[in-house]
């Protein structure tokens, strides 16, 4: 396609891990690989001002409403509970990374 047009911007979604290889190789100019979007979705909704809020609120509501919650998150989500961190990549928590993390070298 890039011969035919080489101004044509070519966005791909792959729905594999391996696809995305794929299209990186061809150069793509925008691969969004869908398990992200939802990785990044979900962080966001975890750890945002509004899961704070929630959890605030929680101790407000009784017991049985949280055996009711509890019950209703495991059913659609499942028993698991993920693992979340945060990581700040500064020039003292993360020194072998200094010189990648400056400003001018981050695209």
């Not at 990785?39 to 966001?44: I, P, R, S």
């Not at 009784?62 to 019950?71: C, K, M, P, R, V």
């Not at 700040?88 to 001018?104: I, S, Y």
């Amino acid at each position: 396609m890039r011969r035919a047009n080489p101004e044509l911007f070519i966005g791909c979604t792959p729905q594999r891990r391996v696809h995305k290889r794929l299209f990186d190789a061809a150069d793509a100019d925008f691969v969004l690989a869908a398990s992200e979007v939802i990785a990044h979705e979900v962080l966001a909704r975890t750890t945002g001002p509004l899961a704070a809020r929630f959890i605030d609120a929680i101790p407000g509501h009784g017991e049985s409403w949280s055996a009711d919650l509890l019950a209703r998150l495991a059913e659609r989500c499942g028993a698991r509970v993920p693992m979340l961190w945060r990581v700040h990549l500064t020039p003292r928590e993360a020194p072998a990374l200094r010189d990648g993390c400056a400003p001018a070298s981050v695209r």
